[in-house]
């Protein structure tokens, strides 16, 4: 983690006023992660945020596994140990491999790579890096995806980059139980 405690400090549901407890009520009466108990200080964010968040993880045009190769390359790239950790366990609930992991923190050079994948992680690497995919990483994607699919691989990216600068800048830590980098 880049800070060992929090700038913003999670909410608690016993200090939530009514504009808070009705944003929070979407996640039912189970623990709140602590990103989502840290955007309820904004409610009025987090509740115009969610939309979008909630299309690219759950919406998008591209596959499960697409989906999170290109959000723990990006945690990875941007130093969101949150990220990674959040993403480490959904990516395993959908199936892939710890080797499928570990290329997500490796990149585009990692041998052995079928040429998807390498471009998925080109392309996030470009976006974080440059805010632009090249040409030579967009011509080899449209060979796999269409146009929708495209801009949903551009706005994941964009989606967890954004995210992790909060996550990163407010010292939102890890909730129990998620893997950090070296887990």
């Given at each position: 983690?880049?800070?060992?405690k929090?700038?913003?400090?999670?909410?608690?549901?016993?200090?939530?006023?009514?504009d808070?407890?009705e944003?929070a009520?979407?996640?039912?009466?189970?623990?709140?992660?602590?990103?989502?108990?840290?955007?309820?200080?904004?409610?009025?964010?987090?509740?115009?945020?969610?939309?979008?968040?909630?299309?690219?993880?759950?919406?998008?045009?591209?596959?499960?596994r697409?989906?999170?190769?290109?959000?723990?390359?990006?945690?990875?790239?941007v130093?969101s140990?949150?990220?990674w950790?959040?993403?480490?366990?959904?990516?395993?609930?959908?199936?892939?491999?710890?080797?499928?992991i570990?290329?997500a923190?490796?990149?585009?050079?990692?041998?052995?790579?079928?040429?998807?994948?390498r471009?998925?992680?080109?392309?996030?690497?470009?976006?974080?890096?440059?805010a632009f995919?090249?040409?030579?990483?967009?011509?080899?994607?449209?060979r796999?995806?269409?146009?929708?699919?495209?801009?949903?691989?551009?706005?994941?990216?964009?989606?967890?980059n954004?995210?992790?600068?909060?996550?990163?800048?407010?010292?939102?830590?890890?909730?129990?139980?998620?893997?950090?980098?070296?887990?």
């Amino acid at each position: 983690m880049r800070l060992s405690k929090p700038r913003v400090a999670p909410t608690q549901r016993a200090g939530w006023d009514t504009d808070q407890a009705e944003v929070a009520a979407r996640f039912g009466d189970g623990t709140v992660a602590n990103v989502f108990a840290t955007m309820l200080h904004h409610p009025a964010l987090f509740r115009r945020w969610l939309p979008f968040a909630n299309h690219i993880l759950g919406k998008s045009t591209i596959s499960v596994r697409d989906r999170e190769v290109l959000i723990l390359r990006t945690a990875w790239m941007v130093r969101s140990e949150y990220e990674w950790g959040q993403h480490v366990l959904i990516a395993r609930d959908a199936g892939m491999s710890e080797e499928e992991i570990a290329m997500a923190r490796n990149g585009p050079d990692t041998p052995g790579l079928d040429q998807r994948d390498r471009l998925l992680l080109a392309a996030t690497d470009e976006l974080v890096d440059d805010a632009f995919v090249s040409d030579a990483t967009w011509d080899g994607l449209s060979r796999f995806y269409d146009t929708r699919q495209m801009m949903d691989i551009v706005f994941t990216v964009g989606q967890y980059n954004m995210l992790a600068m909060g996550l990163n800048s407010f010292g939102v830590q890890r909730d129990e139980g998620v893997p950090g980098f070296d887990d």
